[in-house]
T-cell receptor
Framework: KAGVTQTPRYLIKTRGQQVTLSCSPISGHRSVSWYQQTPGQGLQFLFEYFSETQRNKGNFPGRFSGRQFSNSRSEMNVSTLELGDSALYLC???????????????FGEGSRLTVL | QKEVEQNSGPLSVPEGAIASLNCTYSDRGSQSFFWYRQYSGKSPELIMSIYSNGDKEDGRFTAQLNKASQYVSLLIRDSQPSDSATYLCAVKGPYNQGGKLIFGQGTELSVKP
């Protein structure tokens, strides 16, 4: 069974540009969450999608957005990139359909973004 | 106050010893609690989940939950060098308040041969 697939794995952008990251969840998983991981802040919750609907959102500015498609694949977009957006962006999927139980996550390998 | 707090470590234990990792959380309404392990350069992987007060054992791992004290712990018995990793505590908030899964900063564990 294939795991969570994230693309691209590495990317370098400059300030002011925008970036789109893609995530394909494990087959059958309908919940997709996104996290930002940095050495100083750890894992910070960005958003969670279920059946194409954003179910939860973290405390990030509006430059960070996401969406989920009917096949459960998800994308996140960061516009007007800042140096501080340099991070590992992790996508995770969950089998649970009950939002109270979507804590058992399977993570992808992440997309490492460097903003110059 | 952070929502989920862990000692950053590093915690160093000799091989064969018991490693004890602790986590406190601020939202008394939280219902679901998880421990993830993250090896250097890798993604987090789930190792334990616990939903009710008390102990839950899985092999060498025991998770302990005390909701009254808002405290979760993970014990690793017979620690092995392969257990050296960062351990992340994650807490799921009440669904009626969003139900976000919030991670602590992680505790780095080093098991010395």
């Amino acid at each position: 069974k294939a795991g969570v697939t994230q693309t691209p794995r590495y990317l370098i952008k400059t300030r002011g540009q925008q970036v789109t990251l893609s995530c394909s969840p494990i087959s059958g998983h309908r919940s997709v969450s996104w996290y930002q991981q940095t050495p100083g802040q750890g894992l910070q919750f960005l958003f969670e999608y279920f059946s194409e609907t954003q179910r939860n959102k973290g405390n990030f500015p509006g430059r960070f957005s996401g969406r989920q498609f009917s096949n459960s694949r998800s994308e996140m977009n960061v516009s007007t990139l800042e140096l501080g957006d340099s991070a590992l962006y992790l996508c995770a999927s969950s089998l649970e359909v009950d939002p109270a139980n979507t804590g058992e996550l399977f993570f992808g390998e992440g997309s490492r973004l460097t903003v110059l | 106050q952070k929502e989920v707090e862990q000692n950053s470590g590093p915690l160093s234990v000799p091989e064969g010893a018991i490693a004890s990792l602790n986590c406190t959380y601020s939202d008394r309404g939280s219902q679901s609690f998880f421990w993830y392990r993250q090896y250097s350069g890798k993604s987090p992987e789930l190792i334990m989940s616990i939903y009710s007060n008390g102990d839950k054992e899985d092999g060498r791992f025991t998770a302990q939950l005390n909701k009254a004290s808002q405290y979760v712990s993970l014990l690793i018995r017979d620690s092995q060098p392969s257990d050296s990793a960062t351990y992340l505590c994650a807490v799921k908030g009440p669904y009626n308040q969003g139900g976000k899964l919030i991670f602590g900063q992680g505790t780095e564990l080093s098991v010395k041969p």
